[in-house]
Each structure stands twice: as structure tokens, then as C-alpha cells.
């Protein structure tokens, strides 16, 4: 199975902006569907945004979209989130999640979609 890594999480003013990657290794990354996922404290975890393979698809949950951008270097066998506008309520535990599949163009947006998950990279915005 892929082994995933967050970083880039931290403190940031509303309004502000703040990227996170995720960092894969273990299996050919571009076999992998990618996604992010994010969970408040007392609330359930969350779909944020997902990736096709190629890159080439994105998918977005409402609240972040406009605002928050996926993307992927299979080169680096990396993906990233990048967060502009924040608000106190994107703060949560931001989770990378992998999905081994043979679609290339496909993206994921459920929890059970995803069989590999990172350990969180804490993100908190200040009002």
C-alpha cells in the first residue's frame, strides 16, 4: 500500500492563504486517484477535493470551491492543496487519502472510496 505524508499545516489569519502537500511513496503514485479530506474537532470527516490520476479532473466540495485549488506532480509524487480566503471554519485536520484505481480520469469524493490515508496535518484559522 502507498504510504502518504502531510505537511505545510498551520496558523493563519481569516483571510489568509496556506498550502499543504502531501508527500507519497511505497507504489507508483500515478496509479493513484488522490483526495483531500478535512475533520473539525466533534464533527465527522469531511470530503474538501479530489484528483484524477492524470490530474486532468478535480472535484471540489461547496464550501471550499473558489477558494481552494488540488493538484498534482507525479514527477514529485506529490499532491497538494493549495487554500486562499480562509475561514475559522476550514480549521480541522487536513487528510491526504489514496485510491489505487485503473481510471485515469476519475475522481473520488467518499471516505470509502479511499483505502490509504495520511496522519493529518493540523490547519487553524484565526478570526
Known amino acids: 500500500q502507498v504510504q502518504l505524508v502531510e505537511s505545510g499545516g498551520g496558523l493563519v489569519q481569516a483571510g489568509g492563504s496556506l498550502s499543504v502537500s502531501c508527500a507519497a511513496s511505497?507504489?507508483?503514485?500515478?496509479?493513484?486517484?488522490m483526495g483531500w479530506f478535512r475533520q473539525a474537532p466533534e464533527k465527522e470527516r469531511e470530503f474538501v477535493a479530489a484528483i484524477s490520476r492524470s490530474g486532468r479532473s478535480t472535484d471540489y466540495a461547496d464550501s471550499v470551491k473558489g477558494r481552494f485549488t488540488i493538484s498534482r506532480d507525479n514527477a514529485k509524487n506529490t499532491v497538494y492543496l493549495q487554500m486562499n480566503s480562509l475561514k475559522p471554519e476550514d480549521t480541522a485536520v487536513y487528510y491526504c487519502?489514496?485510491?489505487?484505481?485503473?481510471?485515469?480520469?476519475?475522481?473520488?469524493?467518499?471516505?470509502?472510496?479511499?483505502?490509504?490515508w495520511g496522519q493529518g496535518t493540523q490547519v487553524t484559522v484565526s478570526s
Open positions: 487519502a489514496a485510491r489505487n484505481t485503473y481510471t485515469v480520469g476519475s475522481v473520488y469524493a467518499r471516505l470509502n472510496d479511499y483505502g490509504a
Open positions: 511505497g507504489r507508483t503514485f500515478s496509479n493513484y486517484a
